[in-house]
């Protein structure tokens, strides 16, 4: 799997998911034989109750079993729910492994991927990938892959069964079948269509409530969130109808399953009564007694139970042909995405050149050319409106993306940055919004590295946090949780920043970062970058915003390739609307 | 009992004619259902032996008997879909008028002085609220259905086969009763574990993607990744645990069935050697054994899942703060006939809740007539919670402040941040009341948003917000104060509206500004005093204070 060259990549979501379930053959195999074990078991008791009830009837003096035939009684149900446990059991541990096949593939696929340099791909999407929707593949995994062979194994298991005693039964068995095989087709066929509807409601009624949550306050204050909560309202019941229309399909396709299985259980109940008033004799191998009967109307609803359970696990292969759509978009972009450099040793930088540079997507610029020359303590602004390629030129000059076109010289020697150890060592980055992990402050700022206490608040004093961080409950162990914690923007670049201080590194890119703080703390923070430059920093920034010149060297005009520029920036805007998830 | 679960139980008393017809669907289906396996277990037995001999077979009635079967056949097929259907739209629509109550309580408070978690909030009002449904869905309906089950099994059995009540009433009494507290016992706790391990999970995740860069520049993806499988295989671990004790229970409910099963059958066929029971009897009773253990292994999840669901209640009730006292508002309005607005705050004290010293103590002012305010001072003076008080969005520990307007309206206040939602334009601005387009277009080009209107894709329709048309930090500000425009209210308060303006816009603009209000009062916070028209009042915030 680690070999990224093979050229037939999943063509449809069913190979890469048959493909992960390959991790858990064994089990798989395990649990079929458990099923066959059951589906004999039930032979066996419809065997035993027939025989012992025909007796029953038939025999006088009539004499109960015997303790041996009693024990067999309790050792075929027992048999029967024990092999259930254990198919169960063995499910769990089979779903626990192709799940973490699977996790493990889309993790190394989206860190190799470098994913946040997709913008197509949303944090929230990714993050729901990785956890939460291979994680309900639980059942998935568990039952419907074993069960998807069993439904085939079981009823022949049943219908040969019911061939020993007689011919009739089992024909009507075989005719009602494959109708029903039919019908559960068009029914998953169609119901594909309102589970996409559905989810679409799903993702509209929860971009509202996240955006509606933010952004309550301009509603409090004209005093309509009375009308907001009734268009809430109105979602949510769209979101409801929708979710009715897929369970509609569902229930549908399991009543008419019942259905089937009742009209010919009927036929069966119905041919065997009119046999045994001797209106006919057709069907048995040698004539029909109330043991044949028994036997044959117990097994009857045993044919259908395996196709009827597969119809109400069904709904689990929906989701996991979903999953597996996603981890397909997912494969593609990677197999789209640039190969490893080989990894050499960049020297210390002394200054860079860039001459003519161009980055963007796949050999696809995005902007203009640019160039210009940076020295140790100097300072860069890139300006230009949204949409021109901004992020993505810092991407470029951080190593996280290949150039399309110029060059890079470092220490006037022309330089590939991509994926370079030696390069990532000395360069910082700070996006718009600062990146602050899900853990301690002390790992937020070290980073795996060892730093004593002191150093960590002289950096952190340095970027005018120290008072911040001694405020918090557990100082240098509070924990920032998602989105940040109790930090506000500014207190988050604060942050990050002091984290800058710490590493020390030589250049120092950053996307917009006050694009999101307020004026006062937009000045504060570009004063505390005055001095990471004073210490001999370099600093790129991009911004659309007009800075007091005095901080910056330079000023770099990025300007968008023009064919490009507007009528992407629409469909990225246009894209993002219609399709929320992935 | 919290105010949710309360709520819960209103919501469920609105809805009662729904959730009712679910759990008598469930019911008559259960019924059905058994009936038809022991009814058609009957009639094969009768006619065989209604064959044995030409007589008996020629006046046996094999037309009703099958009849019947044909009718509980279609009533269970038919009652299960009916029942499926009914019980889901009844909880789906107990859901969504939940959600929209809690959000109508989130929304009915400022969240000034402590904000909540909207991350969290957001996910549990869209998805948690999910697990709610197992009250009715998992609880309450199987939980009916079992016990109705339990009911007419056993009055069955007690009428034709007495003896064998001696057994079934323990095994009956230990799986409807015994097995489902064990059940929840053992499982509820794993997956409380579960749900905390899932959330963060998920938070690592997302913390993976979103610091990607500097995880990247620091060597740390390897790590991070690595924390994430560790964490998602002890999730699964533990879910995995927590549906093994399941099925462990299950497997222990299916062991006394079939206890039960074999001395039913047992005890049937004796008594029909004895000839006390008909051998017909005895295979419809063991058939009517049969079903209804399928029916009664259904009760062992029917505690926890009632548990589950008043959890969720109880998250969603937390996460809401749904305890904490209602609100009033704190502030004033008089109806006046004057067309004179006034603004009076008397003996104002304001304190945040855990700081040692109060913001200001017994403040007094009158802002009266028309005219601008400017207050002034550094930030850290306390002009934002000024503000926050004259908007309600914060409420004094003591003193009050009256509203006097001749409007009979609160003021209209303009927020340091402007809430941009991501809705159309239109909707951006009217914020649900109705303007017409043409006001909608002056109130644009009073702060010189029209042309930029204009070039919008849609225009007026265009949508703005997270992942739409995102304004610059300065378009914002004047959307902020197009929406101040349009409520055209009497009494006005702007706090720092001109931030991330340029300054030449900035001035133009509350020139024009300072036209088109001139009847109104007008409060303004600001860093930035050459904004002032020459007729307007500055009041340092230091000169409110010691008054």
């Not at chain 1, 549908?252 to 119905?270: C, I, R, W």
């Not at chain 2, 709610?132 to 079992?146: M, Q, R």
């Not at chain 2, 740390?220 to 560790?230: E, G, M, N």
Request: net charge neutral; hydrophobic share 45%.
């Amino acid at each position: 799997m680690s070999d990224n060259n093979h050229s037939d990549r999943f063509s449809t979501p069913v190979k890469l998911l048959s493909y992960a379930e390959k991790t858990a053959r064994a089990e798989s195999f395990i649990s079929v034989l458990l099923g066959l074990l059951q589906v004999t078991m039930t032979i066996a008791l419809a065997y035993w109750v027939a025989s012992h009830l025909h007796h029953a009837v038939y025999q006088s003096p009539y004499q109960l079993p015997d303790a041996e035939s009693w024990a067999y009684l309790v050792g075929i149900l027992v048999t029967r729910s024990l092999a259930n446990f254990l198919q169960s059991r063995i499910g769990n541990y089979a779903s626990i492994k192709i799940r973490n096949y699977l996790r493990n593939w889309a993790l190394e696929r989206t860190t190799r991927l470098n994913i946040r340099l997709f913008p197509r791909f949303k944090v929230a999407e990714v993050s729901n990938l990785l956890t939460s929707e291979i994680d309900k593949q639980f059942g998935y995994f568990a039952e419907y892959v074993a069960h998807r062979k069993l439904a085939v194994y079981m009823p022949v298991a049943v219908l040969i069964a019911a061939a020993s005693v007689n011919w009739v039964v089992p024909l009507i068995l075989l005719f009602t079948g494959p109708m029903m095989v039919v019908f559960m087709v068009l029914v998953g066929w169609k119901a594909g269509d309102a589970s996409r509807d559905n989810l679409q409601q799903l993702n509209r009624l929860g971009d509202l409530l996240t955006d509606r949550l933010k952004n309550l306050q301009p509603l409090q204050l004209v005093g309509t969130t009375e009308q907001e909560a009734d268009a809430l309202f109105k979602q949510s019941e769209n979101y409801r109808r929708s979710t009715m229309k897929v369970l509609r399909i569902a229930f549908l396709s399991g009543t008419v399953l019942e259905f089937f299985a009742a009209v010919s259980v009927a036929l069966v109940a119905v041919y065997l009564g009119l046999f045994f008033l001797g209106k006919y004799d057709i069907g048995s191998w040698s004539g029909l007694t109330l043991f044949e009967g028994v036997f044959l109307l117990m097994l009857a609803p045993e044919f259908y139970a395996p196709l009827r359970k597969m119809g109400a696990l069904y709904h689990q292969k929906t989701d996991a042909v979903t999953l597996a759509e996603h981890l397909i978009k997912l494969d593609e972009a990677d197999a789209a995405a640039a190969k490893v450099a080989s990894s050499c040793s960049l020297p210390d930088i002394q200054s860079i050149r860039v001459e003519a540079l161009i980055s963007g997507n796949a050999n696809r610029g995005v902007h203009r050319p640019v160039s210009f020359e940076l020295n140790a303590g100097e300072a860069l602004l890139l300006k230009g409106p949204s949409g021109t390629g901004k992020t993505t030129l810092l991407d470029t000059l951080a190593g996280l993306r290949t150039q399309v076109g110029g060059k890079i010289i470092v220490n006037g020697e022309v330089t590939d940055v991509f994926r370079q150890q030696s390069w990532y060592r000395q360069v910082g980055y700070m996006p718009q919004t600062a990146e602050l992990l899900f853990g301690s402050l002390r790992e937020n700022l070290t980073l795996g590295s060892q730093y004593a206490d002191e150093v960590l608040f002289e950096a952190l004093r340095a970027a005018n946090a120290e008072s911040l961080v001694r405020s918090l409950p557990g100082q240098l162990d509070y924990v920032i949780s998602d989105g940040g914690g109790r930090l506000s923007g500014g207190q988050a670049q604060r942050i990050a920043l002091a984290r800058v201080f710490l590493h020390q590194p030589s250049l120092l890119l950053l996307d917009e970062p006050t694009a999101n703080l307020d004026e006062q703390t937009a000045q504060e923070f570009m004063q505390q970058l005055e001095l990471y430059r004073r210490r001999g920093g370099m600093v790129i920034m991009s911004s659309h915003l007009h800075h007091k010149s005095d901080f910056f060297d330079q000023v770099v005009d990025l300007e968008a390739l023009a064919s490009v520029s507007q009528s992407e920036s629409e469909t990225q805007a246009k894209t993002t609307r219609e399709t929320h998830s992935l | 009992m919290t105010r949710l679960q309360k709520h819960y139980l209103y919501l469920l008393w609105r809805n009662k004619g729904f959730s009712l017809l679910g759990i008598m669907m469930a019911v008559i289906t259960a019924y059905a259902g058994i009936a038809l396996v022991a009814t058609a277990g009957w009639f094969i037995s009768a006619a065989a032996l209604a064959g044995l001999t030409a007589v008996t077979a020629m006046a046996f009635n094999y037309l009703t008997p099958g009849a019947i079967v044909r009718g509980f056949s279609m009533a269970r097929t038919a009652g299960r879909y009916a029942e499926r259907l009914t019980s889901h739209e009844a909880t789906f629509r107990l859901i969504s008028r939940l959600r929209s109550d809690i959000f109508r309580f989130l929304a009915s408070r400022f969240w000034v002085e402590q904000p909540f978690d909207r991350h969290q909030t957001g996910s549990r009002l869209l998805q948690d609220i999910q697990h709610v449904e197992s009250i009715y869905l998992s609880a309450i309906s199987p939980g009916v259905v079992v016990v109705s089950v339990s009911a007419g099994y056993l009055g069955v059995l007690g009428y034709f086969l007495p003896e064998a009540l001696m057994i079934a009433l323990p095994v009956v009494g230990s799986v409807v009763v015994i097995m489902p507290l064990l059940y929840s016992r053992l499982v509820i706790q794993p997956q409380d574990e579960l749900h905390t391990l899932r959330s963060t999970q998920w938070q690592t995740a997302s913390s993976l993607i979103s610091n990607f860069r500097t995880l990247v520049l620091h060597d740390r993806i390897a790590k991070a990744t690595d924390d994430l499988t560790t964490q998602a295989s002890r999730a699964d671990g533990l879910e995995v645990k927590a549906v093994n004790r399941q099925q462990w229970i299950a497997f222990l409910t299916q062991v006394q069935l079939v206890i039960l099963i074999v001395a039913v059958f047992y005890l049937a066929l004796n008594a029909a050697s004895l000839q006390t029971l008909e051998p017909a009897n005895a295979l419809m009773l063991l058939l009517l054994s049969l079903g209804s253990a399928e029916i009664l292994v259904a009760a062992c999840p029917v505690v926890a899942s009632l548990q589950l669901g008043i959890r969720a209640l109880n998250r969603l009730n937390h996460v809401a703060e749904l305890e904490a006292k209602d609100t009033n508002e704190p502030r004033e309005l008089i109806a006046s006939k004057a067309t004179q607005s006034t603004l009076q705050l008397s003996d104002l004290c304001y304190q945040y809740p855990g700081q040692p010293d109060p913001v200001f103590a017994h403040l007094n002012k009158q802002f009266k007539g028309s005219g601008w305010y400017w207050i002034t001072g550094p930030s850290g003076s306390g002009k934002s919670t000024l503000m926050a008080l004259l908007a309600g969005q914060l409420s004094a520990q003591l003193g009050h402040i009256q509203v006097v307007s001749a409007d009979k309206q609160f003021p209209a206040v303009m927020p340091q941040s402007i809430g941009v939602l991501r809705a159309p334009l239109r909707d951006n601005l009217c914020l649900h009341d109705d303007y017409s387009d043409e006001q909608l277009w002056q109130a644009l080009s009073i702060v010189e948003l029209d042309q930029w209107a204009r070039n919008l894709p849609q225009g007026l329709d265009t949508w703005l917000g997270d992942g739409e048309w995102q304004p610059s930090g300065g378009e914002t500000k004047r959307l902020g104060l197009a929406r101040i425009l349009l409520q055209d209210r009497g009494i006005i308060l702007l706090d720092e509206p001109s931030a991330g303006m340029d300054a030449a816009l900035a001035q133009r603009l509350f020139a024009r500004l300072a036209e088109h209000w001139q009847q109104k009062l007008v409060i303004v916070n600001t860093h930035q005093t050459f904004l002032m028209q020459s007729d307007q009042t500055e009041i340092p915030m230091s000169a409110l204070i010691t008054t």
